[in-house]
């Protein structure tokens, strides 16, 4: 079944307000719009910034930090 671009769009509506609130999320919108983000391009730049090992020490921290409880949060 493919998700519809309202609920993609209500789905992360749902996860920026609940992570930074309202007046940060509008603001983050207007960011990416206004600068034409590319999430593509920053992504690789990102990761092609990191070394292996800083990738590995960075994702193990973010596991520690945000265990697994078995219990996935449905949007």
């Given at each position: ?34 600068e ?40």
């Amino acid at each position: 079944m493919t998700t519809s671009t309202v609920e993609i769009m209500n789905k992360g509506m749902k996860c920026l307000t609940e992570a930074m609130g309202i007046v940060e999320a509008e603001q983050f919108i207007s960011i990416i719009i206004r600068e034409k983000f590319d999430y593509t391009k920053w992504q690789q730049d990102y990761f092609d910034a990191k070394t292996p090992l800083e990738i590995s020490q960075e994702a193990s921290q973010f596991e520690k930090s945000h265990p697994f409880t078995g219990n996935a949060i449905r949007l």
